[in-house]
């Protein structure tokens, strides 16, 4: 399964969402975050659940086809403070929702059968950044990569520079009957459009159908985070589930947003993480951070404390043939 990303350039005509449905979480939104400027109303806001905000897909981009509204200008500011700055319970919810009500107005279009989607990933090992770039075409019948793998026995003639293609048959209905770890990126896609926009509902489709599957003794917290934290980096998120997994994360507790933080890369984000003092199921102990953008919600990439899984999504996209970029 490959980090994918949304492409770009689409239907960038597309009308804003209904400005009545967003007036409502962007006037808390705002108020709540003029108020954490001071310590003494900051003090004073209710204690509501903590929850994530979540990437919704964005700006340029058209996994959902159409243009993302901005947070309200003092949030955009907010968010581009120097310092990292911890969100309340209460603020955090309203961007939330401010952002799943932005998503869920945009039209979906998904690639061609044909069409190549474009992923440069940067993952870091001890530090270094390590970058590399895959195209994986739509109906799950092609793949490449650069650098190029390198084959079994004699590789004296490898060349890792050169980009490696793989083709084969399309085997969608076979994959279909055996189970998502087989299936093509466009039988996801299509699978993530039937889904309820019900979180709770959406939710439990997904622990049903994803593909990492149950560890004994995990929570159902931890499960949908882990379930959330692979599908942002791993397919094209149709615009009604974009919308479900921002009000699904509010439901996961002991989660915080913190503005003014830096991605991996060192672009400005919105930092989104849960923290487990003691090792889950999973292996994870310690911060688990989500960076999204402060402004289009894209998905930037992650980090752990214990620093094994840092990547950034370095760029996306759909193009026509494998090599292309967009």
Known sequence: MNELSEFRGLRADAPLPDAG?????????????????????AAALPRRRMILVSAATAGTLAVAAGIVATL?????RAS?????????????????ELAAATVEKHNGTEPGPKQWVYDKTTVFVQGKPHSSEEWTRWDGTGHANLPGIPP????????PDKLQTWYGPNQEEKWKKEGYDDRSQRQFYRFLATLPSDAERMMKRIRQEHAIGSIKGETRAQRDWREIDVLY???????????????????????????GVKDPLGRAAIGVSVTYADKTPAGWQGK????????????????????????????????NKPGARP
């Open 288 to 319: 688990q951070e989500i960076f999204f953008d402060p402004e289009s919600y894209a998905y930037l990439g992650r980090s752990r404390d214990d620093g094994a899984m840092v990547s950034a999504r370095a760029a996306w996209g759909v193009v």
């Open 21 to 41: 449905r967003l007036a409502a979480p962007r006037a808390r939104l705002t108020a709540a975050l003029r108020s954490e400027t001071r310590p003494e109303r």
């Open 72 to 76: 309200p200008v003092d949030s955009t």
């Open 233 to 259: 980096r791993s397919v094209l998120i149709p615009p009604n589930v974009q919308a479900g997994l921002f009000r699904a994360l509010a439901k996961i507790p002991g989660a915080r947003v913190t503005t």
């Open 152 to 159: 079994a026995g004699d590789i004296s003639d490898f060349d």
């Open 80 to 96: 581009a403070r120097k310092s990292p700055e911890t969100l309340s319970a209460g603020a955090s919810a309203d961007a939330l």
